[in-house]
């Protein structure tokens, strides 16, 4: 029931607090904060009362300076506050909240004041409830599994052990509470990249429910069981602008080492050392491109973490090295479950003594079954416990493990209750609700740190490697999260099936990830339940071959399927892709720079890029952009001979990657999908840097091909390198050259600047000139030689030369 503080009653007070207000409506309170111009935090309380606003998915290295200006005017019955960006109204008759652009348009309105609801004498809910104008597109929500505009679902955000998920399940692995809306606005036509973009975060990590449309079509709805709430309104020019201060409010992604955007392969589990060893030679000898292996759980012995099984693995300091003697990285997986019943086991009993593991209200253990059975439950709320747990990777990074992937960290547990409004809810696959949490001090139960738990496990992994190996980046993939966990890993999408739906369904995944902060993602290749056959396997190394995280992953009692597994023409095509992943490396390794630099998403919706194309409103085609440069539309359909392929409007047009052809944007075109091609296409007015196919990454070569796809407007292009490892790009180590073009008269002119103290390590440049043909090319006013093959012309430069293409 409602109780005598909810929303819906008159203001009754108004005050002045620092770059805002502090509103109340009886006894409850509301105060609003600008961080910057186009972002403003909302706080609200049924008490009145403010707490100090921790939340774990702040960036605390985010420093926000305040809104340049800020005019506060009181007219009637409204009160509000105005910035460089945009207008907050509120009603003094109601309570409500109402931003809006300078120009008077709503961007987002409360539909009602919030609402606290009562159990008494407990408070147990807030809802807050927005409305929703009819052409509004909602992104975000994180690893959802409905299409990727959410407009009209409901959707729950309680982290979950969710195996064998398929389309429509929820929730599963991840809780980010964000929502994108964009709104084609009046007059908009194809050619159009601007609409009325905002983001709404919710931050609160208790179970919380976003019903976007589903209950009525004209209302956000947003249900979370806590007495007081945070959330963010983000408002820019352009919906990416609105993901980037979205992922500067939570944090950008550290740059992970340049391996990282190899090929990886595993298996669950590769169970001896005779078998990963063969599936390392597997690579070597065919020929096929891989960087990373992994040890799933059964490296350990009877799933202890931290340790091995010396009988299948004898000797697994000798395995790593040999393996890295190879240029693999070696991956293990750690969970958070340590085994409780073995007196024997050290890692237990050492933190029993440092009481590190979570208990229940009557001080007793918590504990559920997990692999090794009875398992305790590190409590990484408590920064003693993350230290500990850190500090535990130390054998093993000494004997030469590069990487942690920490699964299970919802956290699942096989067999244990929770008690939710009051009832038990049996086998629910996770901690009891009120299960105890130090919660850096402040004390939490379960259904608090529930959806922070695995970002808080992530953030001890990663600290303990950097800690551990400080001249070395770590690297650390995570199943669970919540906003802010893009600090500390990357992550995947679970335990998915290996089927057409879920090829589609993984793209889907993916870019929302990325429209949500997380923007070094993949889903697993192949499909980890089933077997996927030659035809689907290789249209998902196709995919994988531009998501960040790019890894084939299979489950037990399923047929192998490395990419040599499932017949010669398979073979072949997934070589293929994954050379063509090698090739991109330099653009792909900008792409991470721009995500840890510029909090830009790596992978984007044509919505994102395009958010006034009606087009794209009405057709939603299967494309998507890899970085700024590269248009994809990956094969999702098994047997698929042909696709309609929508070019949005730019500026130039495009290009075809495969064959040079150029093609007016704002049209749709029917193509051919043979077997061995992944459809992609170039924006006009890139300079896109490519290496040679190589083994993995740390292959040196002294010759990078750049292709210039020229347009008639000024343009320019990025790349970015550095030593891959290490912290030295912080300290001005590294290479970041910024390409100017500009045609005219039948002129192509392209002028290099170099920034940062790091050598290049391309002794050469292969220019590749997209166009028509030339009469004449200078380098540095020089003549050089050329060839044109009909579709580019082709000449050898130093690096940083300027050069000029004459026709």
């Not at 049996?426 to 695995?454: C, F, R, S």
Request: glycine share 10%; net charge negative.
């Amino acid at each position: 029931m409602f109780d005598s503080s909810s929303g819906g009653a008159a203001v009754t007070e108004v005050s002045a607090a620092p770059n805002g207000l502090l509103f109340r409506c009886g006894g409850a309170a509301t105060r609003l904060l600008f961080l910057s111009d186009g972002v403003l935090r909302i706080e609200l309380s049924p008490t009145g009362t403010f707490d100090d606003g921790f939340s774990y998915a702040l960036d605390p290295d985010t420093v926000w300076d305040g809104p340049r200006t800020l005019d506060v005017n009181e007219t009637g019955d409204t009160v509000s506050l105005r910035t460089d960006r945009m207008e907050v109204r509120v009603d003094r008759t109601t309570g409500c909240v109402g931003t809006f652009t300078l120009d008077g348009r709503a961007i987002l309105e409360d539909a009602e004041a919030p609402a606290w609801y009562r159990d008494e004498p407990a408070t147990t809910g807030i809802t807050l409830s927005k409305r929703l104008r009819e052409d509004e597109r909602l992104f975000g929500l994180g690893d959802k599994t409905a299409t990727i505009d959410r407009r009209g679902g409901r959707y729950e955000h309680w982290n979950t052990d969710a195996f064998a998920f398929e389309r429509g399940t929820d929730p599963i692995y991840k809780s980010i509470p964000f929502v994108l809306g964009i709104t084609i606005e009046d007059g908009s036509s194809p050619a159009a990249d601007h609409a009325l973009a905002y983001g709404l975060f919710v931050d609160t990590p208790v179970r919380s429910v976003f019903d976007l449309g589903s209950a009525d079509p004209n209302r956000l709805r947003v249900e979370a069981k806590t007495d007081t709430l945070v959330y963010y309104l983000f408002h820019a020019p352009s919906p990416i602008e609105v993901v980037q201060q979205f992922t500067r409010l939570t944090g950008r992604p550290p740059m992970w080492p340049k391996w990282a955007l190899g090929y990886h392969q595993c298996r669950y589990s590769y169970q001896t050392a005779g078998e990963i060893r063969a599936v390392a030679r597997g690579f070597r000898e065919r020929g096929i491109p891989c960087d990373a292996l992994y040890f799933d759980i059964h490296y350990m012995d009877g799933y202890r973490v931290f340790t091995w099984d010396r009988e299948a693995f004898p000797d697994p300091d000798g395995l790593l090295r040999e393996l890295k003697e190879q240029n693999f990285r070696s991956i293990i997986m750690i969970d958070p479950g340590i085994k409780a019943d073995d007196p024997d086991y050290a890692i237990a009993q050492d933190g029993l003594e440092r009481d590190a593991f979570c208990r229940m209200p009557d001080g007793s253990l918590a504990t559920g079954e997990v692999w090794p059975g009875p398992c305790y439950f590190p409590d990484y709320t408590r920064p003693e416990v993350r230290r500990w747990w850190g500090d535990l990777q130390r054998d093993l990074v000494e004997q030469g493990v590069d990487g942690v992937w920490n699964d299970m960290n919802e956290p699942a547990v096989f067999n244990t209750h929770r008690k939710f409004e009051g009832d038990i809810e049996e086998n629910a696959l996770t901690l009891p609700d009120e299960v105890q949490h130090g919660y850096e001090g402040h004390g939490a139960a379960h259904a608090t740190a529930h959806n922070i738990y695995g970002t808080q496990m992530v953030r001890a992994t990663y600290e303990g490697l950097a800690r551990l190996h400080p001249e070395r980046r770590p690297f650390v993939i995570t199943r669970a999260a919540y906003a802010g966990t893009q600090r500390f890993a990357t992550g995947w999408t679970g335990d998915n099936s290996s089927t057409w739906d879920h090829l589609r369904l993984a793209l889907q995944q993916c870019l929302s990830l990325n429209v949500s902060g997380m923007a070094f993602v993949g889903a697993d290749v192949g499909g980890f339940i089933g077997s996927p056959g030659g035809e689907l396997l290789a249209r998902w190394t196709q995919l994988g071959a531009l998501t960040p995280f790019f890894r084939n992953h299979s489950g037990l009692d399923t047929p192998p399927q490395e990419p040599w597994e499932l017949g010669p023409e398979t073979e072949r095509v997934c070589r293929e892709a994954i050379e063509l992943r090698y090739r991109l490396l330099p653009y792909l390794y900008t792409m991470l720079h721009q995500a840890t630099a510029d909090a830009l998403p790596m992978l984007r919706p044509l919505a994102l890029m395009h958010p006034g194309d009606v087009a794209i409103r009405m057709e939603n085609p299967a494309g998507f952009y890899a970085g700024d440069r590269l248009l994809a539309y990956p094969v999702l359909n098994k047997g698929q001979e042909h696709a309609d392929v929508y070019l949005p409007v730019t500026r130039g047009g495009w290009f075809d990657f495969w064959t040079g052809a150029r093609y007016e944007g704002g049209q749709t075109l029917r193509i051919s999908t043979p077997f061995d091609v992944l459809p992609l296409w170039v924006r006009a007015g890139t300079v896109l840097p490519l290496g040679p196919v190589r083994q993995h990454t740390g292959e040196r070569f002294d010759t990078l091909t750049l292709r210039v796809y020229p347009t008639r407007s000024p343009f320019t292009s990025v790349l970015y390198d550095d030593a891959g490892d290490g912290w030295g790009f912080k300290q001005d180590d590294f290479y970041r050259c910024t390409f100017h073009g500009a045609c005219s008269d039948g002129t192509l002119s392209v002028r290099a600047d170099i920034e940062g103290s790091f050598p290049a390590p391309w002794k050469q440049w292969n220019i590749e000139v997209f166009g028509a043909a030339p009469n004449e090319v200078l380098a540095d006013n020089e003549p050089v030689d050329f060839e044109y093959d009909g579709a580019c012309a082709r000449f050898t430069i130093r690096p940083s030369q300027s050069f000029t293409v004459r026709t």
